[in-house]
């Protein structure tokens, strides 16, 4: 028996509305979603789905959240809105928790209520310890310069929660509004979730009063603390649309004949069909396992390896779903305007979203090497 | 006692997986540490000289808990301290 919609009547007559008939041209065209429709989305409650209710959310557990990206990555094939909803969700809700008093007050219940925009600006091309973006002391106000590679959401953003490093070499986040002198955004073409505003940052010696401080110090295991959650979420609307793109297949191969039988009757289309599911039912299995231990609270908030391991799994599992969506499609799997090409390419954004594939092999492989080592040498 | 580096420390460490001290807290065992590899500070330490979170230290295999005292936490020559490191990017 299905679930009940999580959507009310109001959210699927949006995304009908809104979404689902710009998906198409918004991907060709390289164009994000309107800021106007991510603001729509929010008013309708898309935005505040797991915020307390004293905030205007609709006070769901992590659990409810993540299954309502689920449903909406099943409904809508459209990567990027999913994509961009989860994101400004975490970044307004790492505001609201970790701002002081004055930085809620201008920043953090604009973000939370959705009137306002955030991302997540940490990734330069370095790693986490060689960051350049620069954050010094001038009087009693700071000095943020630097260039940040990649922000998810980034055109579309009103403000921007940025890491940078101070003199002494620690790091810092800093909220920086897209108006503040010296803030510039670049578009980014992408292969894959073309509609999620990518963007390269400038800040050109931009000048930020004290109270845009949100984290003075060890902003490194903020991040990582950030990124940990992500991860998980990141899997959601994906996994959503896996089970959506299956359907899918099915339906578009369903008049399909060759010699004079059905393709979906050749064992060799069932046997590939199969192997598809089995991984989209280990993926949900997984990733809903992993939700409901999230939300007891039982995993490791800084670096947690059953997260670790879903976005991971997840991951792969959806560039194999797609893969082979592609195979059995022949040559319409090339056809801009079907989903297939164009969920494969958005699916390869989650090879490098919150933690690039390979380096979550490499800290699952160290840890398990470092507790094995531990075992028998101590 | 032993310390022993993993992942993203290694080269702050210039890659000695096990380093042997002798200091009687694990205060001292750090300072130790640091004045031999100042390169070492910044990765471990955060501004007010604490050990960053993203760093899980296991003593004789036992996990710290972050609000550990460790400057006055009391070591012997064959307590073995692993510094476990797992970071990535967004």
């Known amino acids: 028996m299905s679930q009940p919609s999580r959507l009310t009547p109001d959210q699927q007559q949006f995304i009908a ?54 449903e909406i990555g099943r409904v809508t094939s459209d990567a990027s809105f999913a994509l961009l909803l989860s994101l400004h969700a975490a970044v307004a809700q790492d505001v609201w928790e970790n701002a002081s008093p004055a930085l809620r007050e201008s920043h953090g219940l604009a973000l939370i209520q959705g009137r306002r925009l955030g991302a997540f600006a940490y990734t330069e091309a370095t790693d986490a310890f060689a960051m350049q973006t620069s954050l010094l002391a001038d009087r009693d106000a700071w000095v943020l310069a630097g260039e940040k590679a990649m922000i998810t959401g980034g055109l579309l953003a009103d403000c921007l929660v940025v890491y940078a490093r101070k003199a002494s070499g ?21 292969a894959g979730v073309r509609a999620a505003g990518l963007a390269r940052l400038k800040l050109h010696d931009v000048q930020l009063p004290a109270t845009r401080v949100l984290i003075e110090r060890d902003a490194l295991s903020h991040a990582q603390r950030f990124l940990n959650q992500r991860r998980l979420l990141l899997c959601c609307a994906p996994l959503g649309r896996l089970r959506g793109l299956l ?32 991984a989209v039912r280990a993926a949900e299995i997984m990733t809903r396992a992993t939700l409901e231990r999230v939300t007891r609270a039982e995993h490791d908030a800084l670096w947690d390896e059953d997260i670790v391991a879903t ?16 195979r059995l499609l022949g040559g319409d799997s090339l056809r801009c305007g079907l989903p297939f090409e164009r969920t494969l390419r958005d699916f390869w954004g989650l090879l ?3 933690g690039a594939q390979d380096i979550l092999e490499v800290g699952l492989g160290s840890s398990l090497v470092t507790r094995s080592r531990m075992e028998y040498t101590t | 006692m ?20 002798d200091a009687p807290t694990l205060g001292v065992a750090f300072d130790q540490l640091l004045q031999r590899f100042p390169q070492l500070r910044t990765p471990l330490l955060d501004d007010g000289g604490a050990v960053r979170s993203i760093h899980r230290l296991f003593l004789n295999r036992e996990q710290l808990e972050p609000d550990t005292d460790l400057a006055a936490m009391n070591i012997g020559a064959r307590d073995t301290l692993d510094v476990i490191t797992a970071l990535a990017g967004g």
């Open chain 1, 170 to 190: 620690d790091l810092a986040a800093v909220v920086v509004d897209r108006s503040d002198p010296g803030v510039e955004l670049e578009p980014l073409v992408v």
């Open chain 1, 17 to 70: 509305r809104e979404i689902a008939p710009h998906t198409v041209t918004l991907d060709a065209e390289a164009r994000p979603i309107a800021r106007e429709t991510l603001l729509e989305a929010a008013r309708l409650g898309l935005l505040g789905y797991g915020f307390p209710r004293e905030v205007g959310g609709a006070g769901e557990s992590l659990q409810g959240w993540g299954e309502l990206l689920i």
């Open chain 1, 247 to 278: 359907n899918e297949l099915v339906r578009h191969l369903s008049p399909r004949e060759r010699y004079g039988q059905n393709v979906l009757d050749f064992s060799n289309v069932q046997a590939r069909l199969g192997r598809m599911s089995a």
């Open chain 2, 2 to 21: 032993k310390v022993r580096f993993s992942g993203t420390l290694l080269r702050a460490v210039d890659y000695e997986r096990e380093i042997e001290l």
């Open chain 1, 352 to 354: 490098a979203g919150a």
């Open chain 1, 311 to 326: 976005k991971y799994f997840v991951s792969e599992q959806c560039q194999r779903v797609a893969d082979d969506c592609m």
